[in-house]
Every structure is written in C-alpha cells, then in structure tokens.
C-alpha cells in the first residue's frame, strides 16, 4: 500500500492563509491530499495540520482566514523589528557550518528577548485551535530546545499539551516567547528547518507545501528522493510571492494569502492528481 505524507512548512500569517487555501483549492477540485497518512506541521504548519489532525474540514479552515468575523485576534509583535527578525530566519542562502550552534544562538536570543508575556501569546495560539486534544491520526508538531538547540518532535504520544506543543513550534525567536514546557523552553521549528522533510522518512509520496523554502529543504528532499521516495513541493507563485515579500506576521495579509492560495491550486491540480494517485 502506497503511503503518504503532507508535510506543512514555516511562513508566518501569510503561511497558514497560503496552506489554507491551497488546500482548500486542491479539496474543491478533487484532490484530497488532506488525507495523508501523516500530517507533518512546522511554525505556521503546525496551525494548519493540527487543524486538520483534529478534523476541521478545509472549507472551514479557509473560512477562518478570509472571513473577517471568523479571523483569529493576533497580537502586534514587539521588541525590535519583527520584520528584519523574520528575515533573519528565513534569508539563509546556504546551510550554516555548524547548524547546531547556530540553533543554540537563535534559542540564546530567543530566550534574552523582550517579547510579550507567554501566557498572552499561549492564548492566541489556543483561538486558532478549535480542538485541544491530540488527535488519532499521525500529527507530528516541530519545535527546538531554546537552550541545546536539539530538535523536538511533539505527537500524541509525547506527554505535551497540544496547545502548548503547537505555541513551541510557532515561537519566531526575537518576535514571540520561547514556550515553556515541563520546565524546558522550546522555539520555533523553523530555527532548525523551515520545513522538516527529513521527518516524513519512511512515506512514499510526500508533498511538500513549503510557504519558503530554505537551503536544508533542498538537501532534505534529496535524501527523501535517494531512498526512493516521491517528493513534490509546492511554493508560492508570482502573486503569492509579492504577499510574502510585505510583512507575513501582518493580519492584514490573511484574505489576500488565502486566496492566492486558492487559485495557485488551480494550476498545481492536475500535476497533484498524477503524482498524489
């Protein structure tokens, strides 16, 4: 039985738009890669696959980035500018010499920041989640270890809230407060990997919607493909791009992302339909 993996990458507000409704896009033209036996989620990712872990369906999903009676309160991040933090994250060219010391610098950072309170953020992430309970099916949920730099791969059964695990894995260093759990602070996936495809080892087909692509994506789907499996990975058009290229942790980019989002599907739908099977 051929397996597949749905793997949801790091992008900010504009990210979860985007993944909502490229998805939403792909459902309403026949192509359910929703379903995948495992949904693998990183920073922004990890919103959009936790909802569909817990079973929101996409139409819904989508409904909460462009309705404006439906969309989530978000906090203004503060401290320095979060927009050159964001770029600092994900601008990277090439792959660091010493990547685990380069997490370990962003976790230090992270952990000196003035942001606002984590209980203050914790809430705005569990508004995005309209369940709290580790679902059934395979969620995997990407953090990093503020202090050792060592990844973190949260699922059911890990012992750790599901809201908090989500928090950890959407924790930009410098914008929003590392996430405590059980006395550990934890920051955004995206620190290790804007992506994570590496995770997804062992599926048959994996597809890839990565908001940004980063240096270790390229070198992780290499590896994927060496063992044999099959990796597609979707990245923002022209007109997406010009969305990202404003501010992605801007509210204001959620109607505009989201319906990018639903008509790149459009035109990704009938390589999807080869490809996915």
Same mark, same amino acid.
């Given at each position: 039985?051929?397996?597949?993996?749905?793997?949801?990458?790091?992008?900010?507000?504009?990210?979860? %738009?985007?993944?909502?409704?490229?998805? %939403?896009?792909?459902?309403?033209?026949?192509?359910?890669?929703?379903?995948?036996?495992?949904?693998?989620?990183?920073?922004?990712?990890?919103?959009?696959?936790?909802?569909?872990?817990?079973?929101?369906?996409?139409?819904?999903?989508?409904?909460?980035?462009?309705?404006?009676?439906?969309?989530?309160?978000?906090?203004?991040?503060?401290?320095?500018?979060?927009? %050159?933090?964001?770029?600092?994250?994900?601008?990277?060219?090439?792959?660091?010499?010493?990547?685990?010391?380069?997490?370990?610098?962003?976790?230090?950072?992270?952990?000196?920041?003035?942001?606002?309170?984590?209980?203050?953020?914790?809430?705005?992430?569990?508004?995005?989640?309209?369940?709290?309970?580790?679902?059934?099916?395979?969620?995997?949920?990407?953090?990093?270890?503020?202090?050792?730099?060592?990844?973190?791969?949260?699922?059911?059964?890990?012992?750790?809230?599901?809201?908090?695990?989500?928090?950890?894995?959407?924790?930009?260093?410098?914008?929003?407060?590392?996430?405590?759990?059980?006395?550990?602070?934890?920051?955004?996936?995206?620190?290790?990997?804007?992506?994570?495809?590496?995770?997804?080892?062992?599926?048959?087909?994996?597809?890839?919607? %990565?908001?940004?692509?980063?240096?270790?994506?390229?070198?992780?789907?290499?590896?994927?493909?060496?063992?044999?499996?099959?990796?597609?990975?979707?990245?923002?058009?022209?007109?997406?791009?010009?969305?990202?290229?404003?501010?992605?942790?801007?509210?204001?980019?959620?109607?505009?992302?989201?319906?990018?989002?639903?008509?790149?599907?459009?035109?990704?739908?009938?390589?999807?339909?080869?490809?996915?099977?």
């Amino acid at each position: 039985m051929t397996t597949r993996a749905l793997v949801l990458g790091g992008g900010g507000l504009a990210g979860i %738009a985007w993944e909502a409704g490229l998805l %939403a896009g792909l459902a309403a033209a026949g192509v359910d890669v929703a379903g995948a036996d495992l949904l693998l989620g990183t920073s922004a990712g990890s919103v959009v696959a936790t909802q569909l872990a817990t079973g929101i369906d996409l139409p819904d999903i989508m409904a909460r980035q462009v309705d404006p009676a439906r969309q989530n309160r978000e906090l203004a991040p503060s401290g320095r500018s979060h927009l %050159a933090l964001w770029e600092e994250l994900t601008s990277a060219t090439e792959e660091p010499a010493d990547p685990a010391e380069e997490r370990r610098a962003r976790g230090r950072f992270a952990l000196a920041a003035d942001t606002v309170p984590e209980a203050e953020r914790r809430a705005v992430i569990a508004a995005r989640l309209p369940v709290h309970d580790w679902p059934a099916r395979p969620l995997l949920v990407v953090a990093v270890e503020a202090l050792t730099g060592e990844t973190a791969v949260f699922d059911r059964g890990s012992d750790v809230d599901l809201v908090d695990a989500v928090a950890a894995s959407c924790a930009v260093p410098g914008v929003w407060p590392p996430v405590t759990i059980g006395g550990t602070r934890y920051v955004d996936g995206g620190v290790r990997s804007l992506n994570n495809v590496d995770l997804a080892a062992g599926y048959d087909r994996v597809l890839v919607v %990565a908001p940004v692509a980063d240096p270790q994506t390229t070198t992780q789907v290499a590896e994927l493909t060496g063992r044999g499996a099959h990796v597609e990975v979707v990245t923002p058009d022209e007109r997406t791009a010009a969305i990202f290229a404003g501010d992605p942790l801007d509210p204001a980019v959620r109607t505009p992302a989201a319906h990018a989002g639903y008509a790149q599907a459009g035109a990704t739908v009938a390589a999807a339909r080869r490809w996915w099977g």
